[in-house]
């Protein structure tokens, strides 16, 4: 085969394995994270048994899902339950993809860039993906045959598309101040400039706030919680499969905190790394710890979040999202926009 | 060389699934298929052509637009909808439409589809019995006049004048690109953006006075 | 390199498959969703032009054509759903009131 495509494909494929693994290992333990800084907020112990500090507990809980009995009720249309947590998960994976973690490796006398596609109109991917995130949840709802599947779907679809208006209208802001759709530049502007979060912070409480909503969790997880609608979307799943909805909500998470962390705070940015002139390597390994560093931060957030305020009603939840956040963002947008005219940015 | 030792890879894979998942047939034979595929397809670099793959989504697009037809159950056919939407956003890619392949699939595929999908799941619309597709005579016009349509429009295309070939270098630097459409779209075409804009308030107005349950 | 004919060809089908199917299908959601097969094979021939001729022309006339889809299908969802609570049926058949 030709070798610059094989050499092509090959640096593809291993940042593709590269990432996946990442990024389902994170997902894996974020379970032991939950538990334990909610154990934590809440003034016991979490997980501590299973290994040093309970840090095998993720893995005796993927066994246990693995054995537990699937149950496929008669009563569902088979094809599309069965396509359901497939639709969920795939599209949180998806929009990492385009996540530049890092600036240029060099590897074999070749830069080497810390992301696995860097397009010309990132950000739009990103928006793509979020909306495709919907389906799942609607069909898995609708494919279970059941009352309170098919309202817990309908509520959170609902929900869904309500909060990407949000988020969307946040991304603008974004999208003014750097000028490109490309997700390295929104990073190369912040290194230039200072991070987005220091003058575009209502845009970036909109952005969480709907980055909140969209995961499904805590404050609003109405259509999935044990007391409501028995469990939502996903009554009628068990065994691996629910595992399956479990894993695409934290993977949802860690999706939302990677953008969080790039298009607010800066990316891989660190400041004041120039000023230390290490060597390209060892800059950008730097540069990827500080935005792991970044992504836990938010990932903790989520966590504290869920364990402090309790969960809106349903309409309060699209009153906040129709009423309050859309607003906001359309006022924030004509805010970013006056400072990008004034040359103020 | 390459082939062989992933062919060996392949099967000790399945080997290996078939063994710690047993009843579950379908799962290794999907990644059998899918893997054997990769794997011939990599091998035969010739493949890699783009003609192969706008012919395969090309059979994906038209197969998914049969079954929004064929299909009885409503759902099923909301989501073959969704297949065709997104072949035809790969026919932008490959047409250098970018900007427009990222919103197809934002807003159609992602919006309006959910539209679809909420108003069928609202509304509870099960499989139809016996999927009587009009009358015999309505279903035998309709066809014809399907296929003298069909007919029409490529004797059309194939009585054109001889096009010119394009080769993606020859596109200048930006084409379909968010920024050459903003320009166009801000400047030329202003009046019509803000009178689409005023549809779209028309639209909304109407769908939620529309489907509100008594006015009060 | 490829024929421009082709996603001219493509598009054609497609429109003609949804033709058939707004004849032939009589769930008005069906329906509605054969509409939208048309207007996306129009659009895919327009941007199959706009490359052709070198033009950015053909994706104004596509993000028009979406933004009026839009607008469309919401409308004629929300008729649906009127008519569902009237009639408790999308059969277009059972729209048969005003008929002479």
Request: aromatic share 12%; with cysteine.
């Amino acid at each position: 085969m030709d070798p610059v495509l094989e050499r092509v494909i090959v640096e593809a494929a291993v940042k593709i394995a590269l990432v996946f693994f990442v990024v389902l290992t994170t997902v894996a333990y974020m379970t032991w994270v939950e538990r334990r800084v909610s154990a934590w907020i809440q003034d016991r112990r979490g997980p501590n048994r299973v290994g040093p500090f309970g840090l095998l507990q993720p893995l005796a809980d993927g066994i246990k899902f693995l054995f537990k009995e699937e149950i496929t009720p008669p009563h569902v249309y088979r094809p599309v339950y069965l396509l359901a947590p497939i639709l969920i998960l795939v599209p949180a994976l998806l929009t990492i993809s385009v996540v530049p973690f890092g600036p240029a490796l060099r590897l074999f006398g070749r830069d080497v860039p810390l992301r696995v596609a860097d397009v010309d109109n990132g950000v739009l991917i990103i928006l793509a993906f979020a909306s495709m995130g919907v389906y799942g949840i609607a069909l898995a709802g609708w494919s279970s045959n059941n009352k309170y599947s098919l309202m817990g779907g309908l509520r959170s679809s609902a929900q869904l598309i309500s909060y990407e208006l949000a988020m969307g209208l946040a991304i603008v802001g974004i999208l003014m101040s750097a000028g490109s759709l490309r997700l390295s530049d929104v990073v190369a502007r912040q290194a230039e400039h200072g991070w987005n979060v220091l003058w575009q912070l209502p845009g970036f409480v909109v952005f969480l706030t709907a980055a909140f909503a969209e995961t499904n969790r805590l404050p609003f997880d109405l259509p999935e919680a044990e007391t409501e609608l028995v469990a939502g979307y996903h009554t009628e799943y068990s065994g691996m499969r629910f595992s399956m909805f479990y894993m695409a909500e934290y993977a949802n998470m860690v999706t939302a905190s990677c953008l969080a962390a790039t298009l607010y705070l800066g990316g891989y940015h660190v400041p004041g790394l120039q000023r230390l002139g290490l060597p390209q390597n060892a800059a950008a390994i730097v540069q990827l710890l500080a935005f792991g560093i970044k992504v836990a931060f938010f990932l903790f957030v989520y966590v504290w979040v869920r364990w402090t305020i309790p969960r809106f009603r349903y309409d309060q939840l699209m009153n906040l999202g129709w009423k309050v956040l859309l607003p906001v963002a359309l006022v924030h947008i004509v805010w970013v926009a006056f400072i990008v005219l004034m040359g103020w940015a | 060389m390459h082939l062989l030792i992933g062919l060996i890879a392949v099967v000790v894979v399945f080997a290996l699934l078939r063994a710690f998942l047993p009843g579950r047939t379908g799962l290794p034979v999907l990644f059998l298929l899918i893997a054997g595929a990769t794997l011939v397809v990599l091998e035969r670099a010739d493949l890699l052509r783009i003609e192969f793959w706008a012919g395969s989504v090309a059979f994906v697009a038209i197969l998914s637009a049969l079954l929004i037809v064929l299909h009885p159950n409503p759902m099923v056919s909301v989501l073959f909808l969704i297949v065709n939407l997104f072949c035809i956003a790969v026919f932008y890619l490959m047409l250098q439409a970018q900007f427009l392949a990222a919103l197809q699939v934002i807003v159609y595929a992602g919006a309006i589809m959910v539209l679809f999908v909420f108003v069928v799941m609202l509304l509870n619309l099960k499989a139809e019995e016996g999927l009587h597709l009009g009358g015999g005579a309505q279903r035998g016009l309709a066809l014809a006049l399907g296929a003298a349509f069909a007919g029409l429009m490529l004797w059309a295309i194939k009585t054109r004048r001889e096009p010119p070939y394009f080769a993606p270098s020859s596109f200048a630097g930006g084409f379909g690109t968010a920024r050459e459409v903003g320009a166009l779209l801000f400047a030329k075409y202003l009046f019509a953006f803000e009178a689409a804009s005023i549809l779209l308030v028309a639209a909304m107005v109407g769908a939620v006075i529309l489907a509100k349950r008594k006015l009060e | 390199m490829m024929h421009v004919e082709f996603f001219l060809i493509i598009a054609a089908l497609l429109f003609s498959i949804g033709c058939v199917g707004v004849l032939i299908r009589r769930n008005a959601i069906v329906i509605l969703m054969c509409i939208e097969l048309m207007l996306n094979a129009v659009n895919l021939t327009f941007v199959a032009f706009a490359a052709e001729g070198q033009a950015m022309t053909g994706h104004i006339f596509v993000f028009f054509v979406m933004t009026v889809a839009a607008a469309e299908a919401a409308v004629g969802l929300a008729i649906v759903i009127a008519f569902f609570r009237r009639r408790r049926s999308t059969d277009v058949d059972d729209a048969s009131l005003m008929r002479w």
